[in-house]
């Protein structure tokens, strides 16, 4: 089925230990991002990617940093992981109709 | 004054009401707007677009107001599986990324 998948869903990381988070779509649009949601805050943009081989800021890229490997994927890396990133993390595909994202991961920083 | 508002409820609602949101908006530049639906820790899914015409889709209908910078979603004969939180976004201008509004919750009640 057509759509946008994130691994892994949740992950629990110590302060200072770094990890990937990956995502891959098949929809064969240019345009991927990744957002972060926290309560009160609504969804804030990381990263994104206009096409393939292009990354730029978006709101809040202080601690990520991301690389787009192919059309189809799309990984946020935590170099560092501090507590204030604790956070669920959505990846989107999609520019004009909208976007659609994935089911998320739910990240701890303890 | 934010980007993009939303009041953010609960609206508690019984089976079968009409319902309606408003969303409001500053940058008069904006150009496509959209309803999202996110239920609980769930990734966002497009709902509607929302057309300069207004637009309708089943028990749900769109409308933009240039003029007065806001859209609205009105449900009608509300059904228990629409309880969500509703996110009104907008496109900022002449880049592609979108304005999240914080969410309207919407519990419909038996």
């Known amino acids: 089925n057509a759509g946008v998948t994130q691994t892994p869903k949740f992950q629990v990381l110590k302060t200072g230990q770094s990890m990937t988070l990956q995502c891959a779509q098949d929809?064969?649009?240019?345009?991927m991002y990744w957002y972060r949601q926290d309560p009160g805050m609504g969804l804030r943009l990381i990263y994104y990617?206009?096409?393939?081989?292009?990354?730029d800021k978006g709101e809040v890229p202080n601690g990520y940093n991301v690389s787009r490997l192919n059309k189809r994927e799309f990984s946020l890396r935590l170099e560092s992981a501090a507590p204030s990133q604790t956070s669920v993390y959505f990846c989107?595909?999609?520019?004009?109709?909208?976007?659609?994202f994935g089911s998320g991961t739910r990240l701890t920083v303890v | 004054r934010k980007e993009v508002e939303q009041d953010p409820g609960p609206f508690n609602v019984p089976e079968g009401a009409t319902v309606a949101f408003n969303c409001t908006y500053s940058?008069?530049?904006?150009?496509?707007f959209f309803w999202y639906r996110q239920d609980c820790r769930k990734e966002p899914k497009l709902l509607m677009s929302?057309?300069?015409?207004?637009n309708e889709d089943g028990r749900f209908t769109a409308q933009l107001n240039r003029a007065s910078q806001y859209i609205s979603l009105l449900i009608r004969d509300s059904k228990l599986s629409d309880s969500a939180t509703y996110l009104c976004?907008?496109?900022?201008?002449?880049?592609?990324?979108?304005?999240w509004g914080l969410g309207t919750s919407l519990a419909v009640n038996p």
């Open positions: 940058n008069s530049a904006s150009q496509s």
């Open positions: 976004v907008v496109n900022a201008g002449n880049n592609r990324k979108l304005i």
């Open positions: 990617s206009a096409s393939e081989g292009t990354t």
């Open positions: 989107a595909t999609g520019q004009g109709l909208g976007y659609t």
């Open positions: 929302v057309y300069s015409s207004g």
């Open positions: 929809m064969n649009h240019n345009s």
